[in-house]
Structures are given as C-alpha cells and as structure tokens.
C-alpha cells in the first residue's frame, strides 16, 4: 500500500453489523486476517459485545496476531430522551472505558431513535437542546478516557439529513465523523460539509453511494437493507460520493486523522469463501485511492 494516508478498516466493510437483522456476521478472525492481507494496520471494533468481547484483552488478543490495533467503534446511544440520558452516557462511559484499555483512541457516536433503530421522528426545541445537552455529556465523559467522541451523521438516525447536521453542529462544539456516502444519502453534499464543519472533522469514514439507488431508498421504495444488496454503496471511486475531491480537500486542510474504508455490505447468502466477497471491493477501493494525489481541490 502506497499512500501514506492513515487507513484503516471498518467490520461493517465484511457485513459485521449492529442493525438488528442485519445479515451472516463473519469470524472476527477471517475478517482480520483479510484486513491484514490488504495492508491494514487499525480497525474499528465492530458491533458492541456481538462481534470482538468488550473486554481491553480479549480485544487485544484478537486483533494482535494479525497485526491491527483498535482505532475506535461506532456506538449507537438514545440521547434525545432526557429520563433516558444517565443510562445513555454509562453506555458511553462502559464501552469507552473498554476501547480506551485496548488502545483507541475514537468514541464514534450515532443517535438513534431507540435500540431497535426505528424510524426517527421530528424533534421540536426542547427536544434538540435535550439531545444536545446528551451529546455533550457523552463527549464529556468519554474525553475523561482519553477518546475523542465524533458524531456520525447516518442514514436511519436523529441525525441524517443537512438541516439536522447543521442544527446539532450549532447547539454542541462536538467533533465530526466525516461520511460522505451517509452525507449524500442526507442530501448534504461532502465538499459542502467540509467546507462549513471542516475545522471539527476528527475522524473519516471514506464510503462511497449510488445516487440511483439512494434516491430509491429516500422515496421509501428500499429499506436500508435492500438498497444495500441492489449496490448503495461501493466501491471507493466507483459512486457519486466525490471521493477524490473530498480527500484532496481534506490533504489541503491538514487532515492527518485516520480515514476509513467503509463499503457497507450484507452477507445474506452463501458465505463467500475465504479471500473472496467484500475483501475484494476493499482491495478495489485501496487501487483507487492510491491513484488519488495529495493537494487542494
């Protein structure tokens, strides 16, 4: 691998997900040994306590052999809900105590309905100063373990399309976890993104959509899981998500954070055999980003 660009892989990329339903989960070990096998040296811990055990040394004893270290993990929380914000933040604190001993450095934050990922509804003032306030908190008690706590606009949360993104970016002084995939499918151009929330971008989830297929999705036409199988997301260099504009203008603003390759994918299936299935698209998003030169846009 090339480009001297801090990469690192996401489970989500090999369909290890924490949406309920979401598909076959596979081995923590296949799926570190093809990270490995594609260069990688870091990657994100994959669904809480049904993927790696949230336990520093059964982390570090999985990852370790192949070579990777815990860059941080995506947690879903319910924080627009004020009676449910303690138990919220000790969900934070709990999970992030655990990365913290296993060496991350990232507490990435989705903000969901409720556990189950229902549809989110609309928020009136009281309710976004409640999630705000949640927010906060979280950061806060996660800084205290030495993470970073990065919000993630995405598809199916409180915080998905561009006016929820911009309203939550001027209630909170919260970092940003760039999505251009889950940005586009909000209607929030990345290059946009960056050029307002550029300066609070800590952390880059680099996943590239379908257009095509996203606007089916918007129309309700597709589920979630079903714009996934009819190709949401693809390869790096292959959708609309302007990848190699959004990296050059993250080169020129100094960004030197971790960037992910995330190409969500289901396993609903046969299990593809080893060295076949989604490490392929990774290896494929790897060629193009090593084509893309460092500089403004």
């Given at each position: 691998m090339s480009t001297?660009?801090?990469?690192a892989g996401a489970p989500i990329t090999w369909g290890v997900c924490e949406v309920p339903g979401w598909g076959t989960m596979l081995p923590p070990d296949r799926v570190s040994a093809e990270m490995a096998s594609l260069g990688l040296t870091a990657t994100e811990l994959g669904p809480v306590d049904d993927y790696l055990p949230l336990d520093a040394a059964a982390i570090r004893g999985a990852l370790d052999p192949h070579g990777?270290?815990?860059?941080?993990?995506?947690?879903?929380?319910?924080?627009?809900?004020?009676?449910?914000?303690?138990?919220?933040?000790?969900?934070?604190?709990?999970?992030?105590?655990?990365?913290?001993?296993?060496g991350a450095s990232t507490f990435v934050l989705a903000i969901v309905q409720d556990a189950d990922w229902s549809a989110p509804q609309p928020l009136d003032d009281a309710g976004w100063a409640t999630l705000a306030a949640g927010v906060d908190a979280v950061a806060a008690?996660?800084?205290q373990l030495g993470l970073t706590t990065v919000v993630h606009p995405h598809?199916?949360?409180?915080?998905?399309?561009?006016?929820?993104?911009?309203?939550?970016?001027?209630?909170?002084?919260v970092a940003w976890c760039l999505d251009p995939g889950?940005?586009?499918?909000?209607?929030?151009?990345?290059?946009e993104f960056v050029d307002a929330w550029g300066d609070r971008v800590a952390h880059v989830h680099?996943?590239?959509?379908?257009?095509?297929?996203?606007?089916?999705?918007?129309?309700?036409?597709?589920?979630?899981m079903a714009a996934v199988?009819?190709?949401l997301f693809v390869p790096l260099g292959a959708g609309d998500g302007r990848i190699a504009e959004l990296v050059a203008a993250l080169d020129a603003r100094g960004y030197d954070g971790w960037m992910v390759l995330e190409q969500d994918c289901a396993i609903t299936g046969a299990v593809p055999e080893p060295g076949a299935g989604p490490v392929l698209d990774a290896q494929a998003s790897l060629r193009f980003l090593e084509t893309v030169p460092a500089g403004a846009r």
């Open positions: 001297a660009r801090q990469l990777l270290r815990l860059l941080g993990g995506f947690v879903p929380l319910v924080l627009h809900v004020e009676s449910e914000r303690d138990a919220a933040v000790a969900q934070a604190r709990r999970v992030a105590s655990a990365m913290a001993d296993a008690a996660t800084a598809q199916g949360t409180l915080i998905e399309r561009r006016a929820e993104v911009d309203r939550l970016a001027e209630l909170s002084t889950h940005l586009a499918l909000g209607g929030y151009d990345p290059i680099l996943k590239d959509v379908d257009l095509k297929v996203a606007e089916r999705l918007n129309a309700g036409e597709l589920t979630l199988q009819e190709g």
